[in-house]
């Protein structure tokens, strides 16, 4: 444990009872432990080590996390609050202090978790009690938010309560249960599995030791736990399995359950734990007499407890609500469900406040700018390419990127963050050989940088950067760093110290590669490139993740969201971070950082309806975002897949334009004709209003006319397949015979141009610049902003005093769009945006939104529209694109 380290552990356990402490009790107990440290140990502190920790530790009770959402079952009954006083709560309470102090949580998140813990532990069952039950949950948290430590906090909590046999299963891949395994070691048992010795919470008290067969460098096999020649009945402290998700593995482990306990299991309680729970363990059958094998081995595994308790992770749940069939009795009492659906509660994390998430760096109001577009990949390092191709050099972005990683390093460095880790991540190909011929190159590159540094650094600047590599560094520094707050030849003098650790690694099933973050290892932190595919796509934390190299195209939501390791904490070096991504990919994101901001907003909506999981699960297949997420499995099989959503009080919006010549021209004349139309009918009432040019009293049936013509891209989520839309226009004439439509235009200019739609209309679309849009060879999408038009858009049509209520009930706070669109006065509203993009010499590409009235957040939606998903649609909409995670790892 380095200096700062030590002086933050004392001082923290401290300030543990404090909840707000005040600047000037932060300081006395600071300086008052560095005195101790310098009296007893010997240990003496710089001025500037001082102000670092104490940054640190005033940053830690600033972050607060709320509790989230929670769905529970109709049947749950309250326990814990009534054995709480009986329970001792031993692996807790150092856990606790291990968050406070080694692991540095911030207090009042710290307390968060104890509630939350608290209300999971709560919705299972009490270990204690007789006969036989069964519980299923689900907990939803976010990418590289702090599951792990969640679900450590509950194992520590069961175990407390009484639970006999905990059993976590840990992904696909060795490396990530190996790393799970130490995480439990550390924050659990408080004993490492490798090197046979306390670690961890141990510190606070090493007097009881939970049994385990399982180890950081092995998985469970039934020879190893035989050579203990115990049973489950012999042993008093609770039993722990780490596993790999695998079919053997979790086949093994239940016949030598079998074999061992025969008759003595019915009367254990059972824990299982399965983190990444919508990976692998979704039966993706349709029959259910023939399950997938690991959802068959889960349900074994849960069958030969009389009590059993099942708690599913995972930050992508779209597969664990999205499971067929589809009806509720099917829900609530089919076999399908009966075993691993969540029936008993649903719970929503909301992260910490220093959570780094897509909010910050996709959305557009995020405070993050460190997206960098790669440009310049297809002539070297293609996005699509095969297993023999063999990348001869790095595209000139990669060695930048490099670059960026060892001076973000240096910073650190400067900044007083010793004794850290520091991690590059480069996940370009998926195919292991690829990744190990990446990994050679950039090996190349890192010794060339520690030659040039070792050789030059230690020279004036003048003289240093005559050398090439120095030159290209500083070049670095200057485009990204020059603001981070220290001068080139503070950087310089620190470039030795960054670069000379570093390591290149692989992190794949051929690789013997580890990555490998324990402290035991490496005590100083370690600084790692890790190049991977899969390896580094779900699961795997990467520790102290300062620079991103991300060239994929997967566009399954929650295979891209799992793919984003840069998601997680950043405290104190979040404004060095860099990921380098294409430009589609960035839209990608976007629009996946907004559709899942939107879900979240349904999940914090239904739970004040009190919904229960079943409700829960048919409310959110009704979502719009359902149609990308759940057709994966299905879709291979050639079948049609119907997929019924609710657009109730929903905006729906193309998110990609086509950008050929010939498309933009035919969309542009579609549009002159439908507003031609409207100018010459005499029931429509026309204005020109600050935010464009709008109509009233359109039929809804010509907004379907102009919608089933408009020529979509299949990048357009969900406008290129048009049905539903209709459906929903027809569903809604019987309400509201007539809406508007809103030609969006800039606020009236003197000199604004004519617009080439209708009779003499004058006005000027928004203008997307090359930083705003991204143009690919058939398509623009749009970068950082998924939607293309603006809040304001949804008020045109409504009511001035409506408007005018909603600011006034909504005063000082960001109006969300839905409000304009819950209003009573509200009707169906089509907004045509012309835009100006960069790159396309058309004057204008021409893109819609459709406004619904109504609430998005009916415990049960009354009107629903179909999707009709089947493979020529897949083909059409997304090419030969596949899932990665459903391919064979080659």
């Not at 203990?228 to 042993?235: I, S």
């Amino acid at each position: 444990m380095n200096k700062a380290s030590m002086l933050i552990d004392r001082v923290m356990l401290d300030l543990q009872k404090h909840a707000s402490p005040d600047e000037e009790a932060i300081v006395k107990y600071t300086k008052a432990n560095a005195l101790h440290l310098q009296i007893v140990d010997g240990i003496e502190y710089t001025e500037a080590e001082l102000e670092e920790v104490l940054r640190h530790i005033k940053s830690q009770f600033v972050y607060r996390m709320e509790i989230g959402a929670l769905f529970e079952s109709e049947d749950y009954k309250p326990w814990l609050e009534q054995r709480q006083g009986d329970i001792e709560w031993y692996y807790w309470e150092r856990y606790r202090k291990h968050l406070l102090t080694t692991k540095s949580f911030p207090p009042k998140v710290v307390r968060s978790l104890d509630e939350i813990t608290d209300k999971i532990l709560d919705r299972l069952e009490d270990p204690a009690k007789e006969g036989g039950w069964a519980r299923r949950g689900l907990v939803v948290g976010h990418v590289q938010s702090g599951k792990t430590a969640n679900y450590a906090g509950v194992v520590c909590k069961a175990a407390d309560a009484g639970y006999q046999v905990i059993i976590v299963l840990a992904g696909l891949l060795n490396s990530l249960r190996n790393q799970t395994q130490e995480r439990l070691d550390t924050d659990f048992m408080g004993y490492c599995t490798r090197l046979k010795d306390h670690v961890g919470a141990s510190r606070f008290d090493k007097s009881r030791t939970p049994i385990y067969f399982t180890t950081s460098v092995e998985d469970f096999k039934k020879q190893t736990a035989n050579s203990f020649g115990m049973k489950l009945d012999a042993v008093n402290e609770p039993v722990l399995f780490v596993l790999k998700k695998n079919k053997s593995t979790l086949e093994n482990l239940h016949k030598w359950l079998l074999e061992h306990n025969r008759h003595n299991l019915r009367d254990k309680s059972m824990l299982l734990i399965d983190d990444e729970a919508d990976h692998a363990s979704i039966n993706t059958n349709k029959d259910d007499k023939s399950p997938t094998a690991i959802n068959r081995a889960i349900r074994d595994l849960l069958s030969i407890f009389d009590k059993s308790s099942f708690v599913g992770y995972t930050a992508t749940p779209f597969a664990n609500i999205f499971i067929d069939p589809d009806s509720e009795d099917e829900m609530k009492n089919g076999d399908l469900y009966k075993d691993l659906f969540p029936r008993d509660f649903i719970l929503s994390l909301d992260p910490p406040d220093n959570y780094v998430g897509p909010h910050r760096i996709f959305r557009s109001e995020g405070d993050l700018d460190c997206i960098r577009e790669i440009d310049d990949n297809e002539d070297v390092l293609h996005i699509k390419h095969k297993i023999d191709f063999t990348p001869e050099i790095l595209p000139d972005s990669l060695h930048r990127a490099i670059e960026c990683f060892f001076i973000a390093k240096a910073v650190r460095l400067l900044r007083g963050q010793h004794g850290k880790h520091h991690s590059m991540m480069v996940n370009a190909s998926r195919f292991t050989r690829v990744q190990d011929e990446l990994k050679g190159l950039i090996l190349e590159r890192v010794k060339a940088l520690r030659s040039a540094i070792g050789n030059y650094a230690s020279l004036p600047t003048e003289e240093a950067i005559r050398n090439e590599e120095i030159r290209h560094l500083h070049q670095t520094w200057e485009l990204e760093f020059e603001d981070s707050g220290f001068s080139w030849e503070d950087i310089q003098g620190a470039l030795k110290d960054s670069i000379d650790p570093a390591r290149v690694i692989s992190v794949n099933s051929a690789s013997q590669d580890v990555l490998d973050y324990s402290s035991t290892d490496y005590p100083d932190g370690r600084t790692v490139i890790a190049v991977g595919g899969l390896g580094l796509s779900r699961g795997l934390t990467l520790e102290g993740l300062l620079v991103s190299y991300f060239l994929r195209n997967s566009v399954m939501y929650d295979t891209l969201m799992q793919m984003g390791r840069w998601f997680g904490y950043r405290d104190g070096y979040a404004d060095l971070c860099r990921i380098f991504m294409t430009g589609q990919a960035e839209s990608w994101y976007s629009h996946i950082a907004e559709a899942t901001e939107e879900l979240r907003e349904d999940f914090r909506a239904m739970e004040k309806l009190k919904l229960t999981p079943v409700d829960f699960g048919l409310r959110v297949r009704s979502h719009p975002t359902a149609l990308i997420v759940t057709a994966r499995n299905k879709m291979r099989k050639g079948i049609q897949v119907p997929h019924k959503i609710s657009l109730d009080g929903r905006l729906i919006e193309t998110t990609a334009l086509a950008s050929n010549e010939e498309i933009i021209e035919e969309n542009i004349k579609l549009t002159d004709s439908f507003i031609t139309s409207m100018q010459g009918d005499g029931d429509i009432t026309y204005e020109r209003t600050p935010i464009g040019h709008l109509w009233s009293g359109v039929n809804l049936d010509q907004l379907a006319s102009y919608i089933e013509n408009f020529n979509n891209h299949p990048e357009s989520f969900y406008t290129f397949y048009p049905k539903p839309l209709i459906e929903q226009l027809n569903s809604l004439q019987s309400e509201y015979p007539h809406g508007y439509v809103l030609l969006r235009t800039l606020a009236p200019k003197p000199d604004d141009g004519k617009l080439p739609f209708g009779n003499g209309l004058t006005g000027t679309g928004a203008y997307r610049s090359e930083k705003m849009a991204q143009l690919e060879k058939t398509f623009v999408s749009f970068k950082k902003k998924a939607r293309m038009g603006e809040s304001i858009d949804e008020t045109a049509g409504l009511p001035a005093e409506e408007i005018e209520a909603i600011k006034n009930a909504n005063k000082g706070k960001t109006i969300n769009p839905r409000l304009y669109r819950e209003a009573p006065g509200k009707k169906p509203l089509l907004i045509i945006h012309p835009l100006r993009v960069e790159g396309i010499e058309k004057d204008f590409v021409v893109g819609y939104g459709l406004s619904f009235p109504g609430s998005a957040d009916s415990r049960r939606p009354q009107k629903l529209v179909e999707y009709i998903v089947n493979i020529p649609y897949w083909k059409n909409a997304y090419g030969d694109t596949l899932d990665e995670e459903e391919e064979n790892s080659l």
